[in-house]
C-alpha cells in the first residue's frame, strides 16, 4: 500500500512576509565566505592586564620560596634542579614574560597583549590589594621574620656542633629578595632572549662580584683553621677556585671545542 502524498502546490502554506525576506536573504548568501573578526572582550582584557602586572609580586613570591629551599638544601650545596634552583627560575620568568611571550610570534601565533590600563573597578581593585600584599606582607614582613628564625636557627646549629653557615645564608637571601630583583629586573633586555640575559648577568654577577667575596671570607676561614691548627689548605685551594672560577669556565669551554 503506497502512502506516499504528494501536497498540490496551490495548498502549501505560504511563509510569513519578515520570515520569507530573512529566508530568501539566507539563499543568497549560501556558498560566500566572510572574514568576521571579533573583539576582544574588554573583561579578557583585563583578566590578561592583571596576571601580566602581578607578574613581578609573583616573583617576589618565588624568591621567598627559593630562600626557603636554599636553607633546606644545604645552603652552601644546593641541589643543581632542586628547589632553589627551580624557583630562582620561576623568578627570572615572571620578571621577564612579556618578552618570552613575543616567542609566539615567530611561531606564527598572534598574541596582542593589551595596552593601557585596567578599566574594570573591581580588577583594577584587586590588583592593587595582591600587588600590596605581596610587597608589605610577603617581602616586608613574612621575608623579615623567616630570616629572624633562621638567624636562631644558625646559632643552634652552633650550638649543637653543626654549621651555622648554610642557615645565614639563607637569611642573608631572604633579606636581599628586593635588592635581587632590581638586579634582575635592570639585566631584563626586553627581547625574545631577555630570560637567558638576565641568566648570563646573573652568572657575570656571581662570578665576577660574589666569588671574589667569598674567596676572602674562605681565606679568613683558613686562618682561623691555621691558627687553632686545624685543616687549612681546603679553604684555601676553594678560595683559589672561587677567583679563578671564570677561568675554569673558559678553560671548559676551550676543551670541548
Known sequence: MDLHYEVPFHKVPELPAKLSVVFNQFLKSRGRKRATTMAVPQLLNDIISVLLALAPSAAIVAMVL?????RRE???T????????????WA???LTLQPLLSWFSSFGINVPLPGGSISTPWLASFESDAA???????????????AAYFVLRAILDTASGGNPL????AAMFLLAIQATCNLMSGYNTGTQYAAEDVLDSLWNYLAGTIMPIA???AIVGAIINFATRRPAMRLVGVALAMLCVSGIWKLVLAMMA
Open 66 to 70: 627559593a630562600g626557603i629551599s636554599l
Open 74 to 76: 644545604g645552603g652552601t
Open 78 to 89: 644546593f641541589l643543581i634542579g632542586g628547589g632553589f634552583t627551580k624557583w630562582m627560575f
Open 92 to 94: 627570572v620568568v615572571f
Open 132 to 146: 600590596s600584599f605581596v610587597t608589605n606582607f610577603v617581602e616586608g614582613r613574612l621575608a623579615t621574620t623567616l
Open 166 to 169: 648554610p642557615s645565614v645564608l
Open 215 to 217: 674567596a676572602g671570607l
